[in-house]
Each structure stands twice: as C-alpha cells, then as structure tokens.
C-alpha cells in the first residue's frame, strides 16, 4: 500500500467530519472529489471519473473527479435537487504565507433546505423545518433561508401528529430536521421523503435541549421572542431551537438577517 499524501490524509480528515454530504475540495482553480465522493459525483453529473495515481496498481488508485471553482453553482444545484449535501471546503490561509500544506475547512455546508436563491426557481419558497414531537405535543418551525422568514406552530392533544402532518402539506419543506421522537414516526417520516421528496434528518435529540433552544431564540430573534411562543406548550420553541443549532452548524455565517419570527395556530386557517 503506496504512503499517504498530506494532502489527501487533510482530506480525509475533513471528510471524516462531513460524512453524509459530498465534499467539494479545493484545489486550485478546481473543486475536486475523491473516492466514494467521486464516484457519486461522477455518476450524478456526467463528469469524467479520472485518478492522480496512475503508476500505481489500479486496485490502489483513488477516483477523482472534478468541476471549475468558478461554475460550480449549476453543479452543486443538481446534487442539490436530487437530495444531496454539499460541503464547501476552501483555502483558510494566504497560501504565500503557508509553511507546507494549505490549510482548509468547510465554510458551509450547502443543503435542500439552504441553497442559495439563485439556483432556485423564483416562483416558489424554499422551506427548512425543525419538527419537534413528544408524548403530549408537537411543534413544527419553518424558515426560508433565502429571506429569512420564520413561522412556528404546535399542537398537543391526540391528534398532534395528524395536525403536525397537515401543517407540513401547507410549506412543503425541501428539508426537514427531526426529533427522535418524530424520526421514529414511519407516517411522518413516510409523508416528508415520499410525498414531498424532503431530506429528511435526524440526529438524537441534542439538537432540542429546552435551556438551550430557548437561548438560541432568545439570541436569534431577541428578548421578546419567547412572549410569542406558547408558554403551555414548549415544542414550538424546541422545534425552533432545533433548527437554529442545525442552521448555525451548517451555515457558518453570519445569519442575522434571520430575524422576522412569526408564530400562529391552526385556527387562524381553513382546513
């Protein structure tokens, strides 16, 4: 087995770190893509699958492939509608001023539910939502990343989940972010991939502490927010502190103008 490169042995450590999206690496004036990455991509894009490792055996060579940094947008928009992740990984350092190998990191992670306006079609919303369900209520928080809007309902009562369910039909999210007790539900879970197509996530509960949800809307949306969330029923909050967490894990931006909250109830609608 031929040595690692630093190069790639950086690359796989960010990789590592970024497990369910596709890591565009860059190198120079292109975003490259390696083994698992690569072939993926290759396939979803039409691109030409090559290698840098052509003296060796061709059990030992890394796949690769790549796209020009500076068009990468209708790229990254295909993966994208066909329900991938994408995370950027650029230059952290005037490579002048390095000593041996560039460090890099992923500046954002590009998802269903966060792409950018201009690689959506203008005539539609483009909804992320954090989902919050327990064993007495349920709490759905949308927000359209492109404008940043945010609307956040709940329930509580037998039929939560059925009214969760229908809230869901009215957004259409491209992108949803779960509670374990909402990932374990097959009919929501079923809803959100089969009939709205949505990438659909979870990851355990930490994202939907109650201390720390509420600060992170205190944080996002300022003192007042909490007085228009209900105060008998946290998981409107907890939905939205949920999707907070995954925004700023995601995001890695400044994100202030995420700032008009909106909460509302079933009533103020027609069934």
Do not use: W
Not at 82 to 101: F, H, M, N, R, T
Not at 220 to 232: F, H, M, T, V
Request: glycine content about 6%; aromatic content about 8%; hydrophobic content about 35%.
């Amino acid at each position: 087995m031929a040595e690692m490169t630093p190069m790639m042995r950086q690359y796989l450590e960010i990789k590592e770190q970024n497990p369910d999206a596709i890591l565009f690496f860059r190198l120079g004036d292109f975003y490259e893509m390696f083994n698992e990455d690569a072939q993926l991509a290759s396939r979803e894009l039409d691109l030409t699958l090559t290698t840098r490792d052509r003296a060796r055996p061709e059990e030992e060579r890394t796949p690769m492939c790549g796209v020009p940094y500076h068009s990468c947008d209708g790229y990254i928009a295909r993966l994208i509608a066909k329900g991938y992740k994408v995370a950027i990984c650029e230059q952290v350092e005037d490579p002048s001023g390095a000593k041996g190998l560039v460090q890099r990191d992923v500046v954002r992670v590009v998802t269903p539910g966060t792409v950018d306006a201009s690689m959506l079609e203008s005539s539609r919303s483009n909804y992320i939502c954090g989902i919050y369900l327990d064993g007495e209520h349920a709490g759905a928080a949308f927000c359209d990343a492109t404008t940043g809007k945010t609307h956040a309902t709940a329930f509580a009562g037998e039929r939560r989940l059925d009214q969760l369910m229908n809230e869901l039909g009215r957004c259409s999210p491209a992108e949803a972010v779960l509670n374990s007790a909402a990932f374990a539900a097959p009919a929501l879970v079923e809803l959100l991939r089969e009939k709205f197509r949505c990438l659909t996530q979870c990851h355990g509960d930490r994202r939907f502490q109650p201390e720390e949800a509420a600060a992170r809307v205190e944080a996002q949306y300022g003192p007042e927010a909490a007085g228009r969330l209900p105060a008998d029923n946290p998981a409107a909050a907890l939905a939205l502190g949920g999707l907070l967490d995954y925004l700023y894990e995601t995001q890695k931006t400044d994100l202030s103008y995420i700032s008009d909250l909106e909460y509302y109830e079933e009533n103020r609608f027609m069934e």
